[in-house]
């Protein structure tokens, strides 16, 4: 009902940056938030930074100053810009949004995009 398609991962040398996009489609009636989560191996999945309709954006601690999300204008996409990354940024990310698809169905949904790998060699 919703996919979220995300793009831009790769392979950069630490100081180098990525940009991350997602673009959500689907029967889709409004969007709450979207942003981005990481899961590095062995460890858990976090919240790296989202961002609502209205423009608030939060972020993890350890990225405050090198990472910016964004929005389109037509809020159906977000985009993780990383800037300085660091070995320790080596993770798979993975896109997610609370998403209302309308049409009697009025709860709030989590759905996640596929992951895309970013790996920041030292």
């Known amino acids: 009902q919703v996919q979220l398609a995300e793009s831009g991962g790769g392979l950069v040398q630490a100081g180098g940056s990525l940009r991350l996009s997602c673009a959500a489609s689907?029967?889709?009636?409004?969007?709450?938030?979207m942003g981005w989560y990481r899961q590095a191996p062995g460890k858990q999945r976090e919240l790296v930074a989202d961002?609502?309709?209205?423009?608030?954006?939060n972020y993890a601690d350890s990225v405050k100053g090198r990472f910016t999300i964004s929005r389109n204008s037509a809020w159906n996409t977000v985009y993780l810009q990383m800037n300085s990354l660091k070995p320790e940024d080596t993770a798979v990310y993975y896109c997610?949004?609370?998403?209302?698809?309308?049409?009697?169905?009025?709860?709030?949904?989590?759905?996640w995009g596929q992951g895309t790998q970013v790996t920041v060699s030292s």
């Open positions: 997610n949004g609370e998403f209302i698809l309308g049409r009697g169905n009025y709860n709030p949904g989590r759905y």
């Open positions: 961002i609502t309709g209205g423009g608030s954006a």
């Open positions: 689907g029967s889709i009636f409004r969007i709450n938030v």
